[in-house]
């Protein structure tokens, strides 16, 4: 089977970013002295194609899924841990949870392959809710061979696409789970960016350095095992996971439909990489939450060029990240359509320099 | 008169940190894969001496007052402009209006000492309130002698605690608003650590190069003129401003009361600087929110050894950065309070480092 990606076209409008700034230089307040969330707001006005943004029914989507990696030992914690922070996630426990409920975002975990089967539930109205989307019980051993096929890759894009398809709003934040999954992005951001994994590989959840030193030489088995898949799909079909996989898909999906995409960490950021890479212009349309306290995080953000909103040393993912930035997101919003013009309040302009 | 200021207590408990640390450790996450949000947690938890703590009814205080100094073309904008923004303040259109309803923060604006007579009025429910507390319409020109007299800074400084005393609730933000006052701060900062002007002296509002140079030696005069006002308070009253006088005493009150103090930028610091230097324990119950993009700022907050939450080229002042950063700290509550522990959610602990 063939993903079915869409085209992302080019949302430049140098009209509207000038409106916008000018809008933005004539609140009351000195000349660009909100630093970053003026940009901020720059940003979401022009991904909205609008002077008065507002950001409506946001989604926190959460991808799940299990790595071949794993058995490797690549990383501090046992694969079980996927399917139970699944469980934690629905039950209301886990710090996306929380912060979910405190920012009024809904919450949706998706198992895209998750080893163990997780059981279909309904969910309250408000509560977080679960789709089972699972293309395949976690990827085969990457150090191996290829971790999915290329027609099981096609699938998990193809779900992530249809599933932001039936999200209502206008913004995306991305979450994931998956032990082993900064292994993934060790080696997403080592091929698709000509980096050595000795640049590129961290602790993950909590590895010391020995744990780290193994890590990267499972890594690098990968690498060499996948040494032809070079082109982004196949990269990510070599190296990938389900639940990279299936946000590759909904990034371009949300990209396409000019949704605002809030980024997390180091995983969800692999997936942006991918889907950049596919197209380029899906970065337009994405806010980088965060600096994570993982090592590659930096060399991956400096790729895309993107200027991440908080740097607070996380390193947890889940969307935690995304969670914690979103609040400076309806900031940005509300400065442009709500504070008042030096002229409507009667405030006197500057007079020297 | 003389100021009747609060003697504040160290509330360092080893045990509750330790009880702190422990259930963070134990909740289902990596090992301080939290990161900033963890320590901010343990603050909190520490301010309100509990295990779970909870902010309630949270106060955004903005202090205005205007300076002689002003006279003296320290700034890019005219002193009008401060009894202006107290309009703009309390009929919504300010940043910190905007972000403060955002956040459902309550917000008061206080006239310390703004030059021109701000009317009385009454604020329906859930609006700004203004509070008048006005020592004098502006203090005198502190390159000519003191800013005001110890019987004036003393009662800016009784002001501010009773205002505190009077407020609900156990968070207090700090903003400010008066033309001229990062003069004020970096006079502050410069006499109380030892610096030269050249460091603590930046562009505020909006100055140039040859602008700042010329505030840099208006503010050389204010120091030699003031040069025996060494002590804390004697600084205060020679070199500071009605606001900033009045938020020393609000802080020295809210940390008697084991308040959180969420300390804005570089004016709000310069304030919390003075109070500590005064009462060093002071700093147990300040949490700052950002590093501005103001210069001085930096050098201040490592004088106190304060690590902010935010750095996102901010220097509105107002309390904007607050009010932007104040999210973080019911987060980090949410943390302790509502996050699952890896054994009552049933996940797996790490199983190698």
């Known amino acids: 089977m063939n993903a079915h990606l869409p085209l992302i076209a080019d949302i430049a409008n140098e009209q509207l970013a000038q409106a916008l700034q000018?809008?933005?230089?004539?609140?009351?307040?000195?000349?660009?002295?909100?630093?970053?969330l003026e940009s901020l707001a720059l940003t979401l006005g022009q991904i909205l194609g609008t002077e008065t943004p507002a950001l409506e029914q946001p989604q926190m989507v959460v991808f799940a899924g299990d790595h071949?990696?794993?058995?490797?030992?690549?990383?501090?914690?046992?694969?079980?841990?996927?399917?139970?922070?699944v469980e934690n996630f629905l039950?209301?426990?886990?710090?996306?949870?929380?912060?979910?409920?405190?920012?009024?975002?809904?919450?949706?975990?998706?198992?895209?392959?998750?080893?163990?089967?997780?059981?279909?539930?309904?969910?309250?109205?408000?509560?977080?809710r679960l789709l089972l989307r699972k293309v395949a019980?976690?990827?085969?051993?990457?150090?191996?061979?290829?971790?999915?096929?290329?027609?099981?890759?096609?699938?998990?894009?193809?779900?992530?696409?249809?599933?932001?398809?039936?999200?209502?709003?206008?913004?995306l934040l991305l979450g994931e789970m998956g032990i082993a999954n900064t292994s993934v992005a060790s080696l997403l951001l080592a091929r698709l960016c000509g980096l050595s994994l000795a640049e590129c590989t961290g602790a993950g959840t909590g590895l010391d350095a020995a744990g780290i030193e193994r890590k990267r030489a499972v890594l690098q088995q990968a690498l060499d095992v996948n040494v032809a898949a070079t082109a982004p799909l196949d990269a990510l079909a070599a190296?990938?996971?389900?639940?990279?996989?299936?946000?590759?898909?909904?990034?371009?999906?949300?990209?396409?439909?000019?949704?605002?995409?809030?980024?997390?960490?180091?995983?969800?950021?692999?997936?942006?990489?991918?889907?950049?890479?596919?197209?380029p212009h899906v970065l337009q349309r994405c806010?980088?939450?965060?600096?994570?306290?993982?090592?590659?995080?930096?060399?991956?953000?400096?790729?895309?060029?993107?200027?991440?909103?908080?740097?607070?040393?996380?390193?947890?993912?889940?969307?935690?990240?995304?969670?914690?930035?979103?609040?400076?997101?309806?900031?940005?919003c509300g400065i442009l359509r709500e504070m008042a013009s030096f002229e409507a309040a009667g405030v006197s302009g500057q007079t020297a320099a």
């Open 287 to 332: 806010v980088f939450a965060h600096r994570s306290g993982e090592r590659g995080h930096q060399l991956m953000l400096a790729q895309m060029q993107a200027e991440p909103l908080l740097d607070l040393g996380l390193r947890l993912g889940e969307g935690s990240g995304a969670a914690l930035a979103w609040p400076l997101l309806p900031s940005a």
């Open 137 to 171: 019980p976690g990827t085969q051993d990457a150090s191996q061979g290829p971790a999915m096929s290329a027609a099981q890759c096609a699938q998990a894009l193809n779900n992530g696409a249809e599933l932001v398809r039936d999200l209502p709003g206008n913004a």
């Open 22 to 36: 000018h809008k933005l230089d004539h609140k009351t307040k000195p000349l660009g002295s909100l630093g970053r």
């Open 91 to 128: 039950a209301g426990g886990a710090a996306v949870s929380v912060l979910a409920r405190q920012h009024g975002l809904a919450l949706t975990v998706v198992d895209c392959g998750v080893a163990r089967n997780i059981a279909p539930r309904e969910a309250a109205p408000g509560q977080p």
């Open 239 to 279: 190296l990938g996971g389900y639940e990279v996989a299936t946000m590759v898909g909904a990034v371009l999906q949300a990209a396409a439909e000019r949704r605002v995409i809030l980024v997390d960490g180091f995983i969800t950021s692999a997936a942006v990489l991918v889907a950049s890479r596919l197209q």
């Open 68 to 85: 071949g990696l794993a058995a490797r030992g690549v990383s501090a914690f046992p694969s079980d841990v996927t399917w139970q922070m």
